[in-house]
């Protein structure tokens, strides 16, 4: 068992379950991973007893633990897939990337263990892909000069209709393979395709080809209209965004300068990046800069605040010319204000905008809902069919294979 002292007294919290009170940070992961579960993608016992298993403070710990369930979930998904269980794969399948995923989390970028830990992810969330019917598509989108966004298309069942999609992407430190459990289940079922996208500083892109992050997001999210509009599945005129945290900012300023999308989801978002940047400047020992370096692309955390300006809110999302939804968590760590003052702003500016806040009371009202995940998708996914012109009513159920 892990060292039992005053931090590992879990409590429950207005954001929601808080494993090592002493340990928010590192809480706050262990929730985003447990959070799955309602997903399909963990197990609560399985996490429990993970935690128990790890010393606070100790990420070795944290890598360790996270590894022993994907790799026992991995092996149960071969081993009912050789016997013709194809559900029980599947469900084993989406576990261990979400478990791999876990693992990676805390490891430096120049680990050879956060490589390989990624690659798992992905080896794992394609087979999964597999099991769903129809089938999910692993595809690579052509970007600037010769290189390429990794994402995965999921259809949504429609026969030779052309349906809406959405384009998903995640934040600072969440990529297309964690969106694989939140988000089909409530997409594809209300008649939604996705296009799950690594970004430049997001998953494979960054970890693949060294790629980091860049502020005029309209580039790389124009890139992957292209793609959408090469496709007979898809509706050209009916595609909207999605991004979660930082994701969020990448989305709203996408929205502002490439007119073929329709709708756009801000799902928790920062109005002014640098400033909040700039607030941590007097830790510079917290693990975040650390992350935040690698997918900036930059040598010191002043560096990082200096390239942040470039993302600020101000001045671009008054371009937004259709239906934008923020969403925010009373008890974000981020706080609430950056929202209120994305919203106060664009609506201000005459943007057709809706602001959805999470309190305790509902739950949900940590960052991005990991602590009611299911509540925070079937909102945003109610949300943009309705701005997607789709009868929910009319659409065909369909679930992905776990569910």
């Known amino acids: 068992m892990g060292l039992q002292d005053d931090r590992m007294n879990g409590a429950y919290r207005a954001e929601g379950w808080v494993q090592w ?4 940070e590192l809480s706050f992961q262990f929730a985003r991973t447990l959070g799955g579960a309602q997903e399909g993608a963990s197990l609560i016992s399985e996490c429990f007893r993970a935690a128990s298993r790890m010393t606070p403070g100790d990420t070795e710990s944290w890598y360790r633990e996270w590894q022993v369930l994907a790799k026992a979930s991995e092996q149960r998904a071969l081993d009912a897939y050789e016997r013709g269980f194809l559900r029980t794969a599947s469900s084993n399948w989406l576990r261990a990337a979400n478990y791999y995923r876990s693992s990676e989390f805390y490891l430096a970028h120049d680990d050879a263990r956060r490589r390989d830990s990624f690659d798992s992810v992905e080896r794992c969330s394609h087979r999964y892909l597999e099991g769903l019917t129809p089938a999910g598509e692993v595809v690579r989108i052509p970007y600037e000069g010769g290189a390429y966004l990794d994402a995965y298309f999921i ?3 429609g026969g030779d209709v052309r349906s809406p999609a959405v384009i998903a992407f995640g934040g600072l430190d969440e990529y297309k393979d964690e ?3 939140e988000m089909p289940k409530h997409a594809l079922t209300r008649g939604m395709s996705l296009l799950l996208v690594d970004l430049p500083g997001q998953g494979g892109t960054l970890r693949r080809q060294g790629i980091v992050n860049r502020p005029d997001t309209e580039v790389p999210v124009g890139a992957c209209v292209d793609y959408l509009l090469t496709r007979g599945d898809v509706d050209p005129g009916r595609i909207a965004l999605y991004g979660a945290s930082v994701g969020g900012v990448y989305a709203a300023r996408a929205a502002s300068f490439e007119k073929r999308i329709v709708a756009v989801v801000s799902d928790s978002v920062m109005f002014d990046m640098a400033s909040l940047f700039a607030s941590w400047l007097d830790t510079p020992e917290r693990l975040i800069w650390r992350h935040l370096k690698w997918v900036f692309g930059c040598a010191t955390p002043q560096e990082v605040v200096d390239k942040a300006r470039d993302f600020r809110l101000q001045g671009v999302i008054d371009r937004i010319p259709v239906p934008y939804l923020v969403l925010q968590g009373t008890e974000d760590w981020l706080g609430l204000q950056t929202a209120t003052d994305t919203f106060d702003y664009a609506k201000a500016h005459g943007v057709d905008a809706t602001l959805r806040l999470f309190d305790p009371d509902e ?10 995940p299911t509540l925070g998708q079937e909102f945003i996914c109610d949300w943009l069919a309705a701005r997607l012109g789709i009868d929910q009513r009319a659409v065909r159920q369909r679930r992905p294979a776990l569910a």
């Open 21 to 24: 009170p002493g340990e928010p």
């Open 155 to 157: 259809p949504c069942a």
């Open 179 to 181: 969106l694989l459990h």
């Open 363 to 372: 739950t949900g009202a940590a960052h991005c809902q990991v602590d009611n």
